[in-house]
């Protein structure tokens, strides 16, 4: 099981929330270049970064950051947040990012996602399910939509998707454990796709037992901010 690091952005800089709440963020570091080279340090190869101001106006407001870390390290990097057209794409991929993070274009725009799969190959992307109550959550977590998770995994599955993070978003930020239940419910009805974890991970137990259910990868932000899960702990999965 890869562990994929996050790095949240508001305004340059490194930040977490709670349950996606815009007004309960905390600011964990001034450069995300320098805690990107951390991760690099320790032997980790991913990297998960999220533009939460771009998610949330649906325009892409970081950029620049990508383009710093990118440069400036050897990592693999996924990136999302306000990317709604062609020439987002393209800048995300020209800023040096390895795949699209996509999530609310592909509730919304699913025509247009699936252009881009067809124009850039679904290898360059990473399909993002945010779950809130049950449902998908989109623009930033701000909107709640009726649509259940598992049909939206299986529909872009089906266009040659194969690996996908899903978040809980009650459960991000609040180091209260990973949605285990619903993990075990996407991998039953779709046993082949690489379901990477998102959200309320605190310890390496849960990071343990994520990977005795099947999940082929773990995104880890808050737990690492607060030392919850220390960076010699990290490195084990390093590789």
Request: glycine share 10%.
């Amino acid at each position: 099981m890869k562990v994929i690091p996050a790095i949240d952005i508001i305004d340059g800089k490194c930040v977490r929330l709670s349950q996606g709440d815009f007004t309960r963020s905390v600011i964990y570091d001034e450069s995300p270049v320098d805690v990107a080279k951390r991760f690099e340090d320790i032997g980790l190869k991913r990297l998960h970064m999220v533009d939460l101001e771009g998610a949330k106006r649906g325009t892409i407001a970081n950029i620049r950051v990508l383009e710093a870390v990118a440069s400036q390290t050897n990592l693999t990097i996924d990136f999302g947040g306000g990317a709604k057209t062609d020439e987002d794409v393209q800048a995300i991929f020209a800023a040096g990012a390895a795949m699209a993070s996509i999530g609310s274009a592909a509730v919304k725009s699913p025509q247009r996602f699936a252009s881009w799969l067809e124009t850039f190959g679904p290898e360059r992307f990473l399909l993002g399910a945010d779950v809130k109550k049950g449902k998908l959550s989109v623009d930033g977590w701000q909107t709640i939509t009726d649509l259940d998770v598992v049909p939206f995994l299986a529909e872009y599955r089906a266009r040659g998707l194969t690996r996908a993070f899903v978040t809980d978003v009650s459960s991000d930020g609040m180091l209260e454990g990973p949605a285990i239940d619903l993990y075990r419910r996407i991998l039953a009805d779709l046993p082949e796709l690489d379901l990477i974890a998102s959200g309320g991970v605190r310890s390496v137990a849960d990071l343990q037992e994520l990977e005795s259910i099947g999940c082929g990868g773990v995104i880890v932000g808050k737990a690492l901010y607060e030392n919850r899960i220390s960076l010699k702990e990290l490195s084990r999965y390093a590789g």
